[in-house]
């Protein structure tokens, strides 16, 4: 019922570059062949959970005037944006030297979009879903 300031929630993201700069990204590879698991690289998050005012705050910040008729609404781009930069605590990443990469909006803005997509889809389904267990 009340959020811990210290409850950290895991997120684990397998991926793999393809040609032309694209990716896949899976939140699960256990089904995979081991030749097509050794293709993919593993990302571990740490994500913070959004207690009621933090989760206030993101949409207050996130809202934009849309003019005199339909006045202010959320713009949910920038809330995800937002988003992603307030419950990113920690990650696993690490750049071309093999050396770690901080967590800050500048690297998070770097991500790839998929996998972006990846952290913030599998974060709401741990959260705001409840479903803890891995799906099948």
Request: net charge neutral; no cysteine.
């Amino acid at each position: 019922m009340f959020i811990e300031d210290k409850q950290t929630i895991s997120v684990q993201i397998y991926y793999k570059m393809g040609k032309g700069g694209g990716m896949r990204v899976q939140t699960s590879i256990e089904k995979e062949m081991p030749d097509v698991k050794a293709q993919f690289r593993k990302l571990t998050v740490t994500l913070a959970p959004l207690n009621w005012k933090k989760y206030n705050d993101l949409q207050r910040v996130s809202m934009v005037d849309k003019g005199k008729i339909t006045g202010e609404d959320i713009d949910w781009l920038l809330y995800r944006e937002k988003k992603l930069s307030a419950v990113l605590t920690a990650w696993d990443a690490k750049d071309a030297a093999d050396k770690p990469v901080p967590v800050n909006q500048e690297n998070i803005f770097k991500l790839h979009p998929m996998i972006a997509e990846a952290i913030l889809n599998e974060y709401d389904r741990i959260v705001l879903l409840g479903e803890d267990e891995k799906k099948n």
